[in-house]
């Protein structure tokens, strides 16, 4: 069987890479061309595109590389048409994705989709689109499959890709993470400032306020790459770690994180944790007018109910980052009340092998 991959993310590039092995599984035969990156690469295939000519955020931006976006667009098609695949696999990234899915079901293609675009937070009317060009859409949170079926549309709940993750990551001691970072014996906090420049510069100062007044932790901030070094303005009190976020997290007493994927990550590696978002007023005012949700962490919504407590905007302020710290250290009923909800989390996802699922939707919808 021939497949056609469309991840245009570095994320949707991890996710890619394990569903073309699970693919694999079950067809040794199987022929990949893709949009994606060094992961999926990996895997064996063609790489059309790589993601980092992809990457255009903002409306500023789109509008700047209009003229390199059409001429993907119109790439991305003529490729489809040319190699004719089985089976055209969308991953994520729905302001492209979501077109191609269209064109190739006008094509006659057979279309699957893993990790839904957020169409339960805004823009619900691109499930529409979904519902007439995508032959099987494959979910990764419980309640998307519930939200799905609202309109009609049975939607695949295969479980959450990052479970697997975790799993398969290779384990530092605390022992050697500590010395290989010249941290101190004091226990760690971790800060999770974000992974764009934007979300960096605002968050990280109000979690550096709390700094001289927990003398008994000391406070580390997981890095990214991806963004100048220099936006992490610190002081000699606190160490910075790149591109270890996991590891920090697992030798840590609690975190202080900024909303998204993070807070799940943070959950799902049993650290306490109070999640921070501050935006842009006027952005932010523009955002809450457009998605109605409850709460803005992953933990909660998949829990529906507060499970970690939310600082958000004006709430986010360095005292009440610091109260709410001072709930979650060791110790505190608080403490314990989360991680007793974190186990009810996990168990809420279900179990590992979200690649392995996928690929049996893949394998269904092929062989119809």
């Known amino acids: 069987m021939k497949y056609y991959l469309i991840a245009g993310e570095a994320s949707g590039d991890l996710h890619g890479s394990k569903l073309m092995q699970a693919i694999k599984m079950n067809d040794p035969d199987a022929e990949f061309r893709f949009w994606g990156g060094d992961k999926m690469q990996a895997q064996g295939g063609t790489l059309a595109k790589h993601y ?54 006008q094509q006659g ?33 419980p309640f998307e499959k519930e939200f799905y079926s609202r309109f009609d549309y049975k939607a695949d709940y295969v479980g959450h890709p990052l479970l697997d993750e975790l799993d398969d990551e290779k384990m530092i001691s605390r022992e050697n993470f500590i010395k290989e970072n010249k941290l101190d014996k ?28 927990f003398a008994d932790y000391q406070f580390v901030i997981a890095g990214v790459n991806s963004v100048p070094k220099d936006i992490y303005y610190v002081t000699e009190n606190v160490k910075i770690v790149f591109n270890q976020t996991h590891t920090l997290l697992r030798i840590s007493e609690a975190a202080l994180v900024t909303s998204g994927t993070a807070t799940l990550e943070t959950a799902l590696l049993n650290v306490p944790q109070v999640v921070a978002y501050k935006a842009n007023a006027i952005s932010f005012n523009i955002v809450k007018a457009l998605v109605h949700l409850k709460y803005i962490s992953l933990v909660n919504l998949i829990m529906d109910k ?51 699922k996928a690929a049996l939707v893949v394998k269904e919808l092929a062989g119809q």
């Not at 098609?77 to 979501?98: Q, R, S, T």
């Not at 057979?110 to 099987?136: F, L, N």
């Not at 709430?315 to 710290?325: I, P, V, Y």
């Open 52 to 105: 980092r000519d992809l990457a255009f955020m903002g409306y500023t931006e789109v509008i700047l590389n209009l003229r390199t976006i059409l001429r993907n667009i119109s790439f991305c098609k003529k490729e489809l048409v040319e190699y004719h695949p089985d089976v055209v696999i969308l991953i994520d990234y729905p302001g492209f994705n979501l077109r191609m899915a269209k064109f190739a079901s």
């Open 109 to 141: 293609l057979k279309v699957a989709y893993y990790i839904s675009p957020t169409v339960w937070a805004w823009k619900q009317g691109r499930v529409k689109t979904i519902k007439k060009y995508v032959d099987r859409m494959m979910v990764i949170l």
């Open 186 to 213: 004091r226990p760690v906090i971790a800060l999770l400032p974000g992974s764009r420049v934007q979300e960096i510069s605002r968050m990280l100062e109000p979690m550096l306020e709390l700094v001289p007044e």
């Open 306 to 356: 507060e499970v970690v407590r939310e600082l958000i905007q004006n709430d986010c302020t360095a005292q009440s980052l610091r109260e709410e710290l001072k709930k979650i250290l060791p110790g505190s009923d608080e403490r314990n009340r989360m991680l007793s909800d974190y186990q009810k989390l996990v168990e809420k996802l279900g179990t590992n092998g979200a690649s392995e």
